[in-house]
Every structure is written in C-alpha cells, then in structure tokens.
C-alpha cells in the first residue's frame, strides 16, 4: 500500500501542481518559508532544538491556528522544559501565528507528503510527540511518525459524515492510519463514534468539547 500511494501520489502532486502553486501566489507572501514545504529548513531550527525534547503542533490554516495558539498557552505551563514547533498549511495560517505565538515558539509550514520532504522535516525537527489540531490525515507523515515510535494525538477531533465516509471508501490505506493514533479528544459523542467506526481504537478516544467554544 506504501508504495503504491507513493507511486500515485507524486503524480497526483505533478498534475495538480500548477493549481497548487498558484493558490499560494493568490494568498500572498508565498516565497517566505516556501523550501519548508519541500523539508528545506536553515541550521538555525535544528541547531535551536538539538538536546531537546521537542514537541510538535500542526495547524492546518487560520481556524486551527486560532485554536492552537490557546493550546500552546496552556502546554507550555505543563511541558516547561519541552521546545515547541507550530507548523501550518497555510500562508494566512502562518499570519495567525506570527501574530498570536510568542517569540521562543517555532513556527515552520507543513511539508508536503513527498516522502522525501516528511523525512527531511522529521529530521529536522525529530519530535519526541506529535499533536494534530482538526487536521486531515497524510499517510507519509503517520508512517513517518509510526517508524520513529513518535505518539500522535488529535485533538479538538471533528468528522462530517461527508469526510467519515472518504475515508471508508479508502478504508484499505486510512484505518491502518486512525488506528494508530495514541489518543484522541473528541469533540462530542458523534465524533467520537465516528472516528471510532473508521478505525481509531475506543479505548484511546475521549470527548473533550470543542476548544473553540468550551476552551
């Protein structure tokens, strides 16, 4: 199945680069961070967390950027000697957290699922744990995570049932994916059986509310 989604994958990324690219000259700012994307990061960042135990946060765009920024508020309290890395899909997302993440946290952009790119970046930042804020599952980036013993917790975890059955449909590349999560925070009960019906395992799920509007 690996192989095959990194046959498919790249040239699914071939065809629709030119759209790709195009939708971050329309955001605006696209050149700044732009090698992040493809797992080029300068010896500053991992000279700044070499002997640390580094926590990593992923936010898609501007909503979960939000979120996250509360959560980082709060986990830094709990993980004082812990570095900690943001990372986004977005350029607005990435203006979210300039604005809203204090100086010492890391800020870098989500590379895309090139597994060549996810290794660069892992080994950049190589994470003691990941947390994934109402993000959408890339394979490359969990067996990644998996092959490094890294856990991975979802948080503020929502599902459509629009989304809960794409990913049945492709329930031979994704179950494998949800039922390696380490934990997940549900926002309510119907999340919960959702993500537990596309493979998360019971006993890791917990409702925790929405961090959007319970904090």
Same mark, same amino acid.
Request: with cysteine; charged share 20%; glycine share 6%.
């Given at each position: 199945?690996?192989? #095959? /989604?990194?046959?498919?994958?790249? *040239?699914f990324?071939?065809?629709?680069a %030119?759209?790709y690219?195009w939708k *971050?000259?329309r955001?605006g700012n696209?050149? +700044?961070?732009?090698g992040?994307r493809?797992g080029?990061?300068?010896? &500053? *960042? !991992?000279?700044?967390?070499?002997?640390?135990r580094? #926590?990593?946060?992923?936010?898609?765009?501007v909503?979960e950027? *939000?979120l996250?920024a509360?959560?980082?508020?709060?986990l830094?309290?709990?993980? !004082?000697?812990?570095? #900690?890395?943001v990372? &986004? &899909?977005t350029t607005?997302?990435?203006?979210?957290l300039e604005k809203?993440? %204090?100086?010492?946290i890391?800020r870098i /952009?989500? %590379?895309?699922?090139l597994?060549?790119c996810?290794?660069? &970046?892992?080994?950049t930042?190589? %994470?003691d744990a990941?947390?994934?804020?109402e993000?959408?599952?890339?394979?490359n980036?969990l067996w990644?995570?998996?092959r490094?013993?890294?856990?991975?917790i979802?948080a503020?975890?929502r599902?459509?049932d =629009?989304? +809960?059955?794409g /990913?049945r449909?492709f329930?031979?590349?994704? =179950?494998e994916?949800f @039922? @390696? #999560? @380490?934990?997940?925070? @549900?926002?309510n009960?119907?999340d919960a059986?959702?993500?537990s019906e596309?493979g998360?395992?019971?006993?890791?799920?917990?409702?925790t509310?929405s961090? !959007?509007?319970?904090g």
């Amino acid at each position: 199945m690996r192989l #095959l /989604y990194n046959i498919l994958f790249p *040239l699914f990324f071939l065809f629709s680069a %030119p759209f790709y690219f195009w939708k *971050l000259h329309r955001r605006g700012n696209w050149r +700044q961070g732009f090698g992040q994307r493809f797992g080029r990061h300068d010896d &500053t *960042l !991992k000279q700044a967390l070499t002997g640390q135990r580094v #926590l990593w946060l992923h936010a898609v765009s501007v909503g979960e950027a *939000l979120l996250c920024a509360r959560l980082v508020e709060v986990l830094r309290n709990e993980f !004082k000697d812990w570095a #900690l890395v943001v990372s &986004t &899909t977005t350029t607005t997302g990435m203006g979210e957290l300039e604005k809203q993440l %204090p100086p010492e946290i890391h800020r870098i /952009y989500f %590379p895309i699922d090139l597994a060549p790119c996810v290794a660069a &970046t892992f080994n950049t930042i190589q %994470p003691d744990a990941i947390i994934l804020v109402e993000a959408e599952i890339w394979p490359n980036f969990l067996w990644r995570a998996r092959r490094n013993n890294i856990p991975v917790i979802l948080a503020n975890a929502r599902l459509s049932d =629009r989304s +809960q059955q794409g /990913y049945r449909r492709f329930g031979f590349l994704f =179950r494998e994916l949800f @039922a @390696a #999560l @380490a934990a997940v925070g @549900a926002q309510n009960e119907n999340d919960a059986r959702r993500l537990s019906e596309i493979g998360c395992h019971s006993d890791v799920i917990e409702i925790t509310g929405s961090m !959007k509007f319970d904090g």
